[in-house]
């Protein structure tokens, strides 16, 4: 289901390539707060911004792939 100025492709990434990450909209837990992935450096790590708060983190991939795709914001 597609909000208007939201929509989300229901795939992890193509190719293997983390980098394909970048731009998506995940939850922390599938009731936690949204955020967006900014990054994915080369060691693992990707830099995701949290949506309302603006809060900038760090968190391993394997974590970042574990969490669902943001299908509304809030």
Known sequence: MAVA???EKQT???SGDPSQLVGQFR???PDGPAYQIMAV???GL???EVVYSDE???CPLVE???DPI???IP
């Open 64 to 66: 970042v792939l574990e």
């Open 46 to 48: 990707v830099h995701v």
């Open 12 to 14: 992890t990434y193509a």
């Open 27 to 29: 939850r922390f837990g």
């Open 56 to 58: 900038k983190v760090v």
């Open 5 to 7: 100025g939201f929509e």
């Open 41 to 43: 450096d080369n060691s």
């Open 70 to 72: 943001a299908e509304t």
